[in-house]
């Protein structure tokens, strides 16, 4: 069986192949450039020792420092966050900002440790990578069970051994603390900016188009208010306990209020409950599935009915899933170039904290469509021109990308 890593490479080799990229240079972008494993003792509040197994990976970092979240799970592997670090190097160079692509993890299950548990296990994973990282060396950022608070937790300790405060080390930050205006709505906006052009592009625009989103977190609920602002009818909602559905269209602002209320849209007022499974099914002009990976597998393609899907998730399609929705005509705009608005905006916190000067949120809005629009011209016209799928396309810009600047910046001997 194929390790999580392997079966990421089929789609690199793939597009490497479609662009005849130099085997040379295609050899080092197979492989990440530093991998660490770290253990990570934490004093418990009963006063025992626990060790903890912590990852930080460098898969590329031709175009810039590392860039890629810290997730805490109890799941976490080397190859996962090897695999993580990769997708992030292609997120990156597809949206052409100047980062490499980076990743992190440790394998515990956060919510069994208290706040104090929680704040020595990332205090000391930090000191353990802290010659990793770096505002120009590499820059976590929250993902999986992290947040704010675990950010401003690593800055803090990365701070304390640099004898000064080093905001940029991290993106995600609270505001206060030289986060970035947007940030947290960055996904989901570049999200929506990313349906509205794929619309346009294919002929099926956002205003009266009919709308299904799976998983109305952070990033499903953002993208579902904001495709909703754009004309557009969301049919269908799910969370982690079920879904709504009303062919008609469903109150984005009310299911908001009702999460907020209850922790989730079931039995939202005037809706008719739907499995996650039925939600992926549902005759619409967009699917987005933005829950978890391996949603969309090849026991459900054939029942796809959307004309275009947006992934939120990272990886909801499986390969297999792929070659299916390809040969139905339907059109999948990937991953790396549809939720690419959260690292994006880290990328402008980033630049915010070295300057020391920060941008209204409506800058960051601007600036934000900006990259994303011109990430998605790029995308849709190397599919054109080589007449492949959109994710094919979007692996092809984003390699050939990196694979020019490794082969300018020369091999060091």
Known sequence: MKSLFEDALQRVDEAAERLNLDPNIYKILRKPKKQVIVSIPVEMDDGTIEVFEGYRVHYNVAMGPGKGGIRFHPNVTLDEVKTLAMWMTWKC???????????????????????????????????EIIDLIGPEIDVPAPDVNTNPQIMAWIVDTYSMHMRKTVTSVVTGKPVFLGGSRGRKEATGRGIMIIAKEAGDAYGIPLKNATVAVQGFGNVGSVAA????????????LSDVNGGIYNKNGIDVNAALRKVEETGTVVNL?????????????LDVDFLIPAALENQITRENAENIKAKIIVE??????????????????VIVIPDILSNAGGVTVSYFEWVQDREGYFWKESIVNDRLE??????FTDVYQMSQKFDVHMRLAAYMVAIKRVADITKMRGIYA
């Not at 919510?111 to 548990?117: G, I, M, N, T």
Request: hydrophobic fraction near 35%; proline fraction near 5%.
């Open 312 to 329: 939120g998730a990272n990886g909801p399609t499986t390969t297999e899933a792929d070659r299916i929705l390809n040969e139905k005509g």
């Open 93 to 127: 160079a597809v949206v052409n900002i100047p980062f490499g692509g980076a990743k992190g993890g440790v394998a515990v299950d956060p919510e069994k440790l208290s706040k104090k548990e929680l704040e020595r296990l990332t205090r000391r994973y930090t000191a």
């Open 225 to 236: 208010k904001l495709i909703a602002s754009q004309g557009a009818k969301v049919v269908a």
């Open 269 to 281: 007022e005037g809706t008719e409950p739907i499995t996650n499974e039925d939600l992926l099914e």
């Open 370 to 375: 900006e990259v994303m629009t011109d990430a």
